[in-house]
């Protein structure tokens, strides 16, 4: 931690403490996350699930960002440094008299969503979203503290104490850990009604205390969802029918829309509970979604932007040469396509020089003609083929072959098991004799 300076401490928690630090390599201020767990091998804390969760899952506007892990290996000491927040949703919401705008909480709703969305998208679910793990920065919300978190395609059954018990789902208090990504849209929800009415949703003080809390306000679940609880869970438990008193009149201040919301993510049975990716969906986000594709258009246009049309020296046109006369074709217009900002210029390139060449050969006196210096510079204009009978192909043929002379080959002879040729002697060459060498 020698690059960094302590400023104060920022909170504690069971396993760790959070520090607010100063890097002396920028300037910058961080959130240190201190660990009370001492460590014996950099192996052993990359295989930290937290530290995992944090690399699978950054970079992402609504997911806290990770800047650096620092392990000391002499006194076995980790910190995760991590970006610095204003405050948590509890720091947030403590002490005002008057809930926050609607548009206000569906604003910072839609992120939590966003953030539940993606990580379980990544094989992750948190475990423990409750106020005081939600971090706000002006108006940008982040998910923060997974030393909790766990793989989705991890084997079941999880950890049973598991969660602030407030946000607790029921799945988690009436089995033995059979539970799945949708307890945390269960603890989003409790955390949306007490953004919205500043009191918790199930204030209970014990597990027993909690179920009965939850009961009071949704009522007994049906036949069939305690069933699918009775079949993992080694107690047997039955609850007499209460019809419960619904969601509080203290979020009376939220639109219909909202509320519908509301009761879809604290839905008793979790297979009936909305996923955080169809929470997204859900119609009190309509205004929300309009807006992050408004900005992500206009993201586009500032990374293509719409370039004016630049005069064209050659005029949009181009030339070929055929049987030695100039042909001028206008190009093919392919749509309003923007084109390259500011002018075209023709330029000569530099000679080519090649070391060790002095001049340039052409073995064809047409290419000669064109490209040597001085050369007229005029392509050479081509005969077009013609196309004629079989008889006359010969005839050509003939006509094209020069006068050479034929030979026969003689018979090769062998003797002693090896061969002899001879050849008779030509005008141009000396009698050759071959034969295989003595065995």
């Known amino acids: 931690m020698k690059n960094y300076k302590?400023?104060?401490?920022?909170?504690?928690?069971t396993f760790s403490e959070v520090v607010k630090m100063q890097s002396?390599?920028?300037?910058?201020?961080?959130?240190?996350?201190?660990?009370?767990?001492?460590?014996?091998?950099?192996?052993?804390?990359?295989?930290?699930?937290?530290?995992?969760?944090?690399?699978?899952?950054?970079?992402?506007?609504?997911?806290?960002?990770?800047?650096?892990?620092?392990?000391?290996?002499?006194s076995g000491s980790l910190a995760l440094i991590c970006e610095l927040m204003d405050m948590n949703i509890y720091e947030l919401i403590r002490g005002r008299r008057h809930p926050l705008p609607e548009k206000k909480i569906m604003h910072y709703m839609y992120q939590l969503?966003?953030?539940?969305?993606?990580?379980h998208r990544n094989g992750i679910f948190h475990r423990d979203v409750k106020p005081e793990n939600i971090l706000i920065k002006q108006d940008v919300l982040k998910l923060g503290d997974f030393g909790s978190c766990r793989s989705v395609y991890s084997k079941q059954?999880?950890?049973?104490?598991i969660s602030t018990r407030w946000y607790r789902a029921p799945e988690c208090l009436l089995t033995d850990g059979f539970y799945s990504s949708r307890m945390d849209v269960w603890s989003a929800g409790c955390v949306f009604f007490e953004i919205a009415s500043l009191q918790p949703l199930f204030p209970g003080a014990n597990e027993l205390d909690q179920i009965s809390k939850i009961h009071d306000v949704?009522?007994?679940?049906?036949?069939?969802?305690?069933?699918?609880?009775k079949q993992s869970r080694a107690m047997s438990f039955?609850?007499?029918?209460?019809?419960?008193?619904?969601i509080p009149l203290l979020t009376a201040s939220l639109s219909p829309q909202c509320l519908s919301l509301l009761?879809?993510?604290?839905?008793?049975?979790?297979?009936?509970?909305?996923?955080?990716?169809?929470?997204?969906?859900?119609p009190c986000f309509r205004g929300q979604r309009a807006t992050e594709r408004q900005a992500l258009g206009s993201l586009g246009k500032a990374f293509f932007p719409e370039c004016p049309e630049a005069p064209d020296p050659l005029g949009n046109r181009w030339w070929i040469s055929k049987e030695g006369r100039k042909q001028q074709q206008p190009l093919k217009q392919e749509g309003d396509r923007p084109k390259r900002q500011g002018q075209a210029c023709l330029t000569e390139l530099p000679k080519l020089k090649l070391p060790g060449v002095?001049?340039?050969?052409?073995?064809?006196?047409?290419?000669?003609?064109?490209?040597?210096p001085g050369g007229s510079r005029k392509v050479p204009v081509l005969r077009p083929l013609k196309c004629v009978g079989a008889s006359q192909k010969a005839d050509a043929w003939k006509d094209a072959t020069p006068d050479v002379k034929h030979y026969r080959l003689p018979a090769i002879g062998r003797s002693g098991g090896g061969a002899e040729l001879h050849v008779p002697p030509t005008p141009q060459c000396h009698s050759r004799r071959w034969a295989p060498p003595a065995t």
Not at 6 to 13: L, N
Not at 362 to 370: G, N
């Open 238 to 246: 039955d609850f007499p029918f209460k019809k419960g008193s619904g």
């Open 157 to 161: 059954p999880y950890t049973e104490y």
């Open 218 to 229: 949704i009522g007994t679940p049906a036949e069939k969802t305690l069933t699918k609880f």
């Open 113 to 119: 969503c966003r953030s539940l969305d993606h990580m």
């Open 263 to 282: 009761h879809a993510m604290v839905t008793y049975d979790p297979d009936e509970r909305v996923t955080a990716q169809q929470a997204l969906q859900h």
């Open 6 to 13: 302590a400023i104060r401490k920022i909170g504690e928690g």
């Open 24 to 74: 002396l390599r920028d300037g910058n201020y961080y959130a240190c996350k201190q660990m009370k767990q001492h460590f014996e091998s950099i192996e052993q804390v990359n295989n930290l699930r937290e530290v995992q969760a944090l690399r699978r899952l950054n970079p992402h506007p609504n997911i806290l960002t990770l800047h650096e892990v620092v392990f000391d290996r002499k």
């Open 358 to 372: 002095t001049k340039l050969s052409y073995s064809s006196p047409e290419l000669q003609s064109v490209f040597a």
